[in-house]
């Protein structure tokens, strides 16, 4: 199965709307390879689903990948997609809105059903898309969302947003530490115990995260991918190999399926 | 259909994410604490700072308050501007304690705050926001019925005497102005002033100064 050498890593500035999942998709790419390739981005950012515009990742290139298939036959080869998730728990003076029927429209696609207990909802969604819009009927709720639009907690424009979904500042999103939304903060750290100096400092940023990022079950995120390995060469070696298997649009690796061969 | 549509910002997540996007529906009420009647302007705002601002000593001058409504009690401080954000679902009720005063704060179930500012229903409510209470002595609730008698001409002239030019009212009347925070209607406190004892140059004063 002969390869030709990887090119150099090509730079791409990423803007409103980006996030791993998009960019791998865009660049025919498995989001955890388009992570891992990015230690640095990796660790300052840490959640692969919020980036900030501005921040720079590195996109190895693709590499041809050649099959042997027999002659004078007919091959059908399919490319597997890798969609994103949205995920979104509603509620209302903190309390989950459970089993409130929900629709949202994604690019022309209409999805439909019912928040579970916790009052979330789940959907699998194209990496692409960017923009969708959430009735909840009997809530009298109806958002526009922007998919992708979150910047890292750790910005003002990403605390501005998350204080917003929250409910506890409607500013705009200007990425000004200004009085709204210094006092956005106050109530923020005042409603969850923290000290109340309205500024964005590293417990507020944390209690945000985990406000509005974090799913309040589980403990801790896994979507940083599995820890990084410094492998030997040899292990890069099987590294290729095992990506080759198993990340197949990074490869452009096609599946054949039994029984659609033709004579 | 909601009356407005927000907009938000959220992730996408990764296959194997265990992230979330969080939207929480909080209306919350903002009570400003301001000296009243009079003109104090400070930073182009009629909100007096003083509150909040260092007093000559050098001390802030932040304001303890204890907000409580049904199992839920707390004590904070005021923040900028000498705000006070309370949380209070609709058809919810609460007593808010402040210089050593009790104020039932009642939240309608509709959202709807107050009668238009052209009925004389709205006028009245908003003449009794603003402290001009319509009621006689001894009269436990205030007269809004919406009926132009002589306690609320009263009201209207004693309002329109503070806010002539260069009037600056007894300062240390103070008065509580509740802004529902979500409600398109509020509008803010305006730097602007009636100049006469004219209707509508009173009506829109009142407008910007006890809100929608």
């Known amino acids: 199965m002969p390869e030709n050498a990887p090119n150099a890593d090509e730079s791409y500035v990423v803007v409103e709307g980006d996030c791993i999942s998009s960019l791998a ?17 990796k660790a300052l950012r840490k959640n692969p689903n919020a980036l900030q515009p501005g921040d720079v990742i590195l996109i190895p290139s693709l590499r041809l990948r050649y099959e ?25 003076f903190d309390e989950p809105l459970a089993n409130k029927r929900w629709v949202l429209s994604v690019d022309g696609e209409i999805h439909s059903g019912t928040t579970n207990s916790k009052g979330m909802l789940e959907i699998a969604l194209p990496p692409e898309a960017r923009s969708g819009h959430l009735v909840v009927p009997e809530e009298d709720l109806e ?11 750790d910005t003002i424009s990403g605390a501005q947003a998350r204080l917003e979904n929250l409910g506890f500042y409607e500013g705009g999103i200007t990425g000004e530490l200004d009085d709204d939304t210094r006092e956005a903060i106050l109530m923020f750290q005042t409603a969850h115990g923290l000290l109340a100096t309205g500024e964005l400092d590293n417990l507020t940023r944390t209690e945000l995260e985990q406000r509005h990022d974090l799913m309040h079950s589980q403990p801790a995120p896994e979507s940083n991918g599995p820890p990084a390995e410094t492998p030997g060469e040899d292990d890069k070696l099987e590294d290729v190999a095992v990506n080759d298997e198993e990340d197949e649009r990074r490869f452009r690796q096609f599946e054949q399926l039994d029984g659609e061969e033709e004579e | 259909m909601a009356l407005t ?3 938000r910002r959220v992730m996408r997540h990764t296959q194997e994410s265990n992230y979330v996007n969080t939207i929480n529906v909080a209306d919350r009420i903002a009570i400003h604490f301001v000296w009243f009647p009079g003109r104090h302007l400070l930073a182009g705002s009629l909100i007096d700072t003083l509150i909040e ?57 509709n959202g709807v705050t107050l009668d238009a500012s052209n009925t004389m229903r709205g006028v009245q409510q908003r ?7 319509l009621r006689t002595p001894g009269q436990v609730s205030p007269g ?23 009037s600056t009212g007894p300062a240390s009347r103070l008065f509580i102005r509740g802004e529902w925070a979500n409600n398109p209607e509020i509008t803010p406190w305006l730097d602007s002033n009636p100049s006469a004892a004219d209707g509508t140059a009173t009506q829109t004063a009142l407008v910007a100064a006890a809100g929608a």
Do not use: C
């Open chain 1, 25 to 41: 998709e865009a660049h025919g790419l498995k989001w955890q390879t388009l992570w891992d390739h990015n230690p640095e981005l």
């Open chain 1, 68 to 92: 042997n298939r027999p002659t004078e036959q007919r091959h059908k080869f399919v490319r597997k997609g890798v969609p994103a998730k949205f995920r979104l728990i509603l509620e209302r």
């Open chain 1, 143 to 153: 958002y526009d969302l922007s998919f992708g639009y979150l910047d890292p907690s």
């Open chain 2, 5 to 7: 549509v927000s907009q």
């Open chain 2, 53 to 109: 601002a260092p007093d000559a000593a050098g001390q802030e001058r932040n304001v303890e308050y204890r907000w409580q409504r049904t199992g839920f009690a707390e004590v904070r401080r005021t923040m900028l501007k000498g705000t006070i954000t309370l949380t209070l679902p609709p058809g919810g009720k609460g007593t808010l304690t402040v210089f050593d005063t009790h104020w039932e704060i009642t939240r309608a179930a």
């Open chain 2, 127 to 133: 003449l009794d926001r603003l402290g001009y209470h």
């Open chain 2, 144 to 166: 809004l019925d919406g009926t132009e008698g002589r306690i609320t001409e009263a009201a209207v002239i004693a309002f329109q005497a503070d806010f002539r030019p260069g």
